[in-house]
Nanobody, 119 residues
Framework: QVQLVESGGGLVQAGGSLRLSCAAS????????MGWYRQAPGKQRQLVAT???????NYADSVKGRFTISRDNAKKQVYLQMNTLKPEDTANYYC?????????????WGQGTQVTVSS
């Protein structure tokens, strides 16, 4: 059974920083793309950033220049460094990964970690 577990959320003032972590565990042969998504109350879940196994990254326009995604393939972890946080960044942040346990890749989601930015 594969699990993704996020940590690092919390309450921070506008302009502050937080670092989210997500660890993958279980029966894992390989991990392809890993990413972070967020969902604010009453809104659809949206992409924040993704990173491939070779380190290529992609960001939502709203976070470019403020957020940095990285990963440690050996530890099976992905991180999101969030700087210059704004109240509109408030959301539940979800880790996402395409993981192969046996013959094919499946998409897995974490349970989410809340980020609240006060003005």
């Amino acid at each position: 059974q594969v699990q993704l577990v996020e940590s690092g959320g919390g309450l921070v003032q506008a302009g502050g920083s937080l670092r989210l972590s997500c660890a993958a565990s279980g029966s894992i042969a390989s991990i392809n793309v890993m990413g972070w998504y967020r969902q604010a109350p009453g809104k659809q879940r949206q992409l924040v950033a993704t990173i491939t196994s070779s380190g290529s990254t992609n960001y939502a326009d709203s976070v470019k220049g403020r957020f940095t995604i990285s990963r440690d393939n050996a530890k099976k972890q992905v991180y999101l460094q969030m700087n210059t946080l704004k109240p509109e960044d408030t959301a539940n942040y979800y880790c996402n990964a395409d993981i192969r346990s046996s013959w094919y890749f499946q998409t897995y989601w974490g349970q989410g970690t809340q980020v609240t930015v006060s003005s």
